[in-house]
């Protein structure tokens, strides 16, 4: 990956949190709880996964880089939000821990080389996994869960009432 990719992807990572917040901010009080039907997720349980996995993410990046030959281990999302309580769980915590993870782990890849960016490990579920693999999926993961809460949105304002 040439140096001006990852300088694009870094300033995708970084915009992630405003765009997620600007979205959630556009939502009703009482939409937030709201499920499009029993397999989807509300707004505050997408809230709640986001604050989980990019803490996890930011673990991922920083054991990648430290550690030599590091084991980054996998977790089932579904799970999570089922014994975790997701959709009960209050969302302002979520958001603060999802800022500042965002903005910790945004200095912390800014001063990374390009030696780094090389660096590699093993995913318990997809096998080798590179700094840059990280980089190219957290750098959209916020972008992604935010088209999903503009969905929620659309869905809600839909509804039959």
């Not at 997720?41 to 430290?66: F, G, Q």
């Not at 958001?95 to 080389?113: D, G, H, P, Q, Y």
């Not at 030696?115 to 579920?125: C, L, N, P, R, T």
């Amino acid at each position: 990956m040439t140096p001006e990719k990852i300088n694009v992807l870094i300033s995708k990572y970084e915009n992630g949190y405003s765009l997620f917040l600007q979205s959630l901010n556009k939502f009703p009080q009482e939409a937030l709880r709201w499920k499009p039907s029993e397999m989807e997720w509300s707004a505050a349980e997408v809230v709640l996964h986001c604050a989980d996995s990019e803490t996890n993410a930011a673990m991922r990046i920083r054991y990648l880089i430290a550690e030599n030959d590091p084991v980054i281990v996998g977790y089932d999302q579904d799970v999570w939000a089922a014994v975790f309580n997701y959709q009960n769980l209050p969302i302002e915590p979520a958001m603060r821990l999802l800022e500042a993870v965002r903005s910790n782990t945004s200095v912390l890849i800014r001063n990374f080389t390009e030696m780094d960016w090389k660096k590699v490990g093993k995913h318990s579920e997809y096998g080798t996994y590179s700094a840059e693999k990280w980089l190219e999926l957290y750098s959209d993961h916020l972008k992604v869960h935010t088209d999903q809460l503009n969905r929620i949105l659309m869905q809600w304002d839909k509804r039959d009432l």
